[in-house]
């Protein structure tokens, strides 16, 4: 069942009353949807239409071959920012090819049942990268926001702010004003009524206010000329050979990217109904999604949490609720084109300032500050990167890094200690144990023996300032050895022969077990005792010289 759609599972008992919930629960995320894809799609530099193509064609494969009952797919804010940086520097063809390549992957990812490998992601990572966008997403609304009359703002965070505040003496008071009156609805709407969603009270009220009242701002129609009425046909992108190799890395950052948002969308979505969501399955959706949606002129998709949340309250249950919401959009593209093209552009910033602000996660930022050290450092390191340099820099340093803090710290959980003797038994100075151990040194290696760890093994005869005629090493509590534990092994032993010294090793749990078989070490070592006795062990000591 791993790779089947819960679409066809949830149909074997569907009825008209789950029809119904879901049909209203699919009108309520359409609508909600129509101004955040106009919004993401602006973000992100291409046409607001391009986001309702999205919201459309993606969302409904999404839901249609999808692993999750509820999810809700289409252009998300986690996007915004490479998609801005591919469109800056290949192009709408070099964001089509992009996207493509991006959907294939995400195929491969689902076939080869790798949705469950993404949770080894660390939480520093995702909070750090995800803070970045919400911050870059909140720079790029500035302008629109208080209708500054500039030219085309920089890309770079820093020259971005600062030709913001060389422009700031253009602002546009009635801009700035539609924009406060957006954000206070914004806010203060889920207060009074969560029935209708606050991005489309907002967006209504906004737009109607400002044709009412006359005011002068820039609106959709304004900038990007008419929408059109429906989908374009389906096409290829131009494309080169040589493009396939320039754009494969922002490609792995879009899967990525992709894969990361809707699977904790899913995981999200379970929490709230109860269920499971198949994750290979949904990899392969979101894959023929993104590989669907640019040859309709739309961007990259993934699951939405915002969205799927609002279809869980609204009463969505199956993922007929996702198709209705494609549906709606679509019949926004066709019907309610002039509508529209009279929205504001300072009250899609506004929405967008609020997506960013939830986007952020800023508590749990502050909560990670607060943690671990190391866990500080990989979320500043990622935060930053993904700010200041590129958002798939900040994801490979993020998670290299993250790599060598977990592998010192399972390093420093392993200790090589001497022994407590007193558990060899309480018989007495004069017992034959006691007598057994004189000339014997006895250390417990505790912990995963992996190459971080290694080195430990190495300096412990070097802190012996005698030389026994056997070294006990007692290995219970060794749950994991690899290949570097087991050459420190090896030249434990070649040093321990130098000395005319035995090696006996106890307790050896199963995988170190397997490990010094199938690499015939077992029969390279001294002794190899299975068994915790360390009276077994000392009958292995040679007699004393």
Not at 452 to 457: D, Q, S, V
Not at 460 to 489: C, K, W, Y
Request: with cysteine; net charge neutral; proline share 6%.
């Amino acid at each position: 069942m791993i790779l089947v759609p819960k679409l066809l599972t949830t149909l074997k008992d569907y009825d008209r009353s789950q029809f119904a919930a879901d049909a209203m629960a699919g009108v309520v995320v359409g609508v909600v949807a129509v101004p955040l894809a106009l919004a993401f799609a602006i973000a992100s530099g291409v046409s607001p239409d391009r986001g309702l193509y999205t919201a459309a064609v993606a969302g409904f494969l999404i839901s249609a071959l999808g692993g999750s009952r509820v999810q809700i797919g289409g252009p998300t804010g986690a996007f915004v920012v490479i998609v801005y940086g591919i469109v800056q520097q290949f192009g709408l063809d070099g964001l089509a090819l992009c996207t493509i390549l991006a959907g294939g992957m995400l195929v491969v990812m689902g076939l080869a049942r790798m949705g469950t490998l993404l949770k080894f992601i660390p939480y520093p990572v995702t909070t750090g990268f995800t803070s970045g966008i919400a911050l870059i997403i909140l720079s790029s609304q500035v302008k629109d926001l208080l209708g500054l009359s500039m030219g085309s703002v920089p890309v770079e965070f820093l020259a971005k702010w600062q030709a913001y505040l060389g422009a700031i003496g253009t602002s546009s008071a009635p801009a700035a004003a539609l924009s406060a009156f957006t954000l206070a609805v914004l806010w203060l709407w889920p207060k009074l009524d969560r029935r209708l969603p606050s991005p489309v009270v907002a967006l209504v009220l906004a737009t109607w206010l400002a044709h009412a009242l006359g005011l002068s701002v820039e609106t959709i129609g304004a900038r990007f000329g008419h929408m059109p009425h429906g989908l374009p046909a389906p096409s290829l992108p131009a494309w080169h050979a040589g493009d396939l190799a320039r754009l494969w890395r922002p490609a792995l950052t879009v899967a990525l990217l992709a894969a990361i948002e809707s699977l904790l969308s899913a995981v999200v979505a379970d929490g709230m109904i109860g269920s499971r969501h198949r994750s290979s399955m949904e990899l392969v959706a979101q894959g023929v999604a993104n590989l669907a949606s640019p040859l309709f002129g739309g961007i990259p998709a993934t699951g939405a949490i915002a969205r799927t949340a609002t279809n869980v309250k609204s009463g969505g249950r199956t993922p007929v609720a996702g198709m209705i919401h494609a549906a709606v959009v679509l019949l926004t593209l066709l019907y309610a084109a002039p509508l529209v093209e009279a929205v504001p552009l300072c009250v899609l910033a506004a929405i967008l300032v609020i997506v960013a602000y939830h986007m952020s996660e800023w508590r749990s930022f502050c909560g990670l500050l607060r943690g671990p050290r190391s866990d500080a450092a990989v979320l500043l390191a990622t935060f930053l990167l993904t700010v200041l340099v590129d958002l798939t820099v900040a994801v490979e340093v993020g998670m290299i890094l993250a790599a060598f803090l977990f592998m010192r710290r399972m390093a420093e959980m392993t200790e090589v200690d001497p022994a407590a003797l007193e558990r060899a038994g309480d018989e007495g100075a004069d017992s034959p144990v006691r007598a057994a151990l004189e000339g014997v040194e006895v250390y417990d290696l505790n912990g995963p023996f992996f190459f971080g760890a290694a080195g430990k093994l190495r300096e412990v005869l070097d802190e012996i300032h005698r030389t026994p005629r056997a070294f006990v090493l007692q290995m219970a509590n060794v749950p994991f050895m690899d290949a570097s534990g087991l050459r420190a092994l090896e030249e434990f032993q070649a040093r321990c022969r130098k000395r005319r010294t035995a090696l006996i090793l106890t307790g050896v749990g199963p995988q170190p077990l397997r490990v010094l078989e199938r690499t015939g070490a077992r029969a390279r070592l001294d002794h190899v005792l299975t068994g915790a006795d360390l009276a077994e062990a000392l009958q292995r000591v040679p007699p004393a010289r």
